[in-house]
């Protein structure tokens, strides 16, 4: 997986349009994304932009835990057999396994 590298952060700019920007705290004047406002509605957009700025700046670490989550995931359903009591369970995991699998492979480059 390739993108810039480090924690991002969610940076206020003051514009109007584009009130945050993401950022990478370690590559100082690296701008990962602009995040944009609707311009008519400024007060409930502002709010609305800066959640969203939010999640985007904590892509690298939910990635990161994603991947971390599965390889636990994938090392549980490995070590229990199944049984008829943990089928359910077994079953479960193993669909969460595939469901971050097919979001992780959204973030890979094409």
């Not at 920007?21 to 400024?42: F, M, P, R, S, W």
């Not at 007060?43 to 994603?66: G, S, W």
Request: net charge positive; proline share 5%; aromatic share 6%.
């Amino acid at each position: 997986m390739k993108h810039t590298p480090g924690s991002w952060e969610t940076t206020p700019v003051g514009n109007r349009k584009t009130p945050f920007q993401i950022t990478g705290k370690d590559n100082i004047g690296c701008v990962i994304a602009d995040i944009h406002a609707n311009i008519y509605d400024e007060r409930l957009d502002k709010q609305e932009a800066k959640a969203n700025a939010r999640l985007i700046a904590c892509a690298p670490e939910l990635l990161e835990t994603v991947i971390k989550a599965m390889g636990l995931i994938a090392m549980v359903r490995c070590a229990y057999p199944i049984t008829i009591s943990s089928k359910r369970i077994y079953d479960e995991a193993f669909n969460l396994e595939d469901t971050i699998r097919k979001a992780i492979k959204k973030t890979e480059a094409k």
